[in-house]
């Protein structure tokens, strides 16, 4: 069974930090192309940043600069360092898992993110 959990969301003061993490199992994870996305309310749902097998990234501009996405292959983990928060980045954020090229699609129950003081 596929699982992928995510942690560490919150309250945080905008200009604040916090790191998300998503811990997946189930699956062969090191192959797996691994993104973070955000749903915030009555928006769609958005890619913030994206991370290859190979461990080639990319982001959304909006995040640019401010976000960085890693991975463990070791603790089957994805991880999303976000510094320099903003009230715009309240979302929900969910972890996705793609073997590229296969049917392979698996999506995390998220986690909340707000930004307020």
């Known amino acids: 069974q596929v699982q992928l959990v995510e942690s560490g969301g919150g309250l945080v003061q905008p200009g604040g930090s916090l790191r998300l993490s998503c811990a997946a199992s189930?699956?062969?994870?090191?192959?797996?192309?691994m993104g973070w996305y955000r749903q915030a309310p009555g928006k769609q749902r958005e890619l913030v940043a994206h991370?290859?097998?190979?461990?080639?990234?990319n982001y959304a501009d909006s995040v640019k600069g401010r976000f960085i996405i890693s991975r463990d292959n070791a603790k089957n983990t994805v991880y999303l360092k976000m510094d320099s928060l903003k009230p715009e980045d309240t979302a929900v954020y969910h972890c996705?898992?793609?073997?590229?090229?296969?049917?392979?699609?698996?999506w995390g129950q998220g986690t909340q993110v707000t930004v307020s003081s």
């Open positions: 991370i290859t097998s190979g461990s080639s990234t």
């Open positions: 189930g699956i062969l994870f090191r192959v797996y192309a």
């Open positions: 996705r898992a793609q073997r590229l090229g296969m049917a392979n699609d698996y």
